[in-house]
């Protein structure tokens, strides 16, 4: 993995666009008939919207509980090839290196875990890799040294997975931030992060450059530690996040129309940058890692 001086980078990259503007998302509960309406495009392609898009997924929530907001228009081929990298991520965001879990969390995750032994066989097999897995002492949320488990996510399959949803991610914010559909010709960078895998210090650095919040607001019911995210905007053709899924599953993302952007992100991501309109593609990556790997 890349290490950088993730401060300096955002820095750059946001002292290249002026009149950044800050806010809090504004999540409202709309029907599926008012989502579509006016729509010309899917979010994520160009392609003619015929569903609405969760992002997140409700498979992240326990209990259908899941408040309205960050909802788009999408199509149907970008929604439906991609449920592999939801269902990954949703399974990432339970998994907890101190072991630390509720029963409807376990039954959840198992629940998941099921749905993917379909879908995405090689996933299963690569995270429960004994080889990337490993004890080691640390301190926990509770600022109490003990034993967790460190995992290590740099398998094909799952860095497949993780860059779909990375996508996802981006493009649904940046859709919701500046009020339009990203641009074809534009780019999202993505990095992902698992538990142990990000230290404190980094978290800092990151959020000290990205001053909003946001998170899904329905009434007094909000998606709390489940989903939240910070980000920074111009409004206009960039926006840089960095979103927190149940304090295990993370992910920094620049969603970017200019490409004097390039050079600054490209040396801080350890991935390709991904284009409207590849998702399918990408999120059928994983299938060819898995043909090509001897399990």
Known sequence: MTHINNKSVMSRVFNLSRGMAMGEAKNKSRKRDEILKGENRCIYCDNSPDSVEHMPPRSIFDNGGRPSGLEFASCSTCNYSSRASDAAASFLARVSPEHKASPEVMRRASKILSTLSYIAPGFIREIFDPNKSEEV????????????????????????????????????????????????EAKVFAQHYFNSGLYRGEVENILSILPAFGQLTQGKKT???????????????????????????????????????????????????????TLPILSESWRHAFENKNF
């Open 137 to 184: 002492w640390a301190k926990g949320r509770s600022n109490i040294y003990g034993k967790m488990q460190k995992i290590t996510l740099d398998g094909p399959i799952t860095t497949s997975l993780m860059q779909a949803f990375g996508a996802k991610l981006g493009m649904a914010l940046f859709r919701e931030h500046t009020g339009n559909p990203i641009p074809m």
């Open 223 to 277: 998606s709390g530690r489940t989903f939240n995210y910070r980000y920074n905007t111009d409004k206009r053709e960039i926006l840089g996040a960095f979103c927190a899924f149940s304090d295990n599953l993370f992910f920094r993302i620049f969603a970017v129309c200019n490409p004097i952007y390039d050079d600054v992100l490209f040396e801080s991501h350890d991935h390709k940058p991904i284009q409207p309109g």
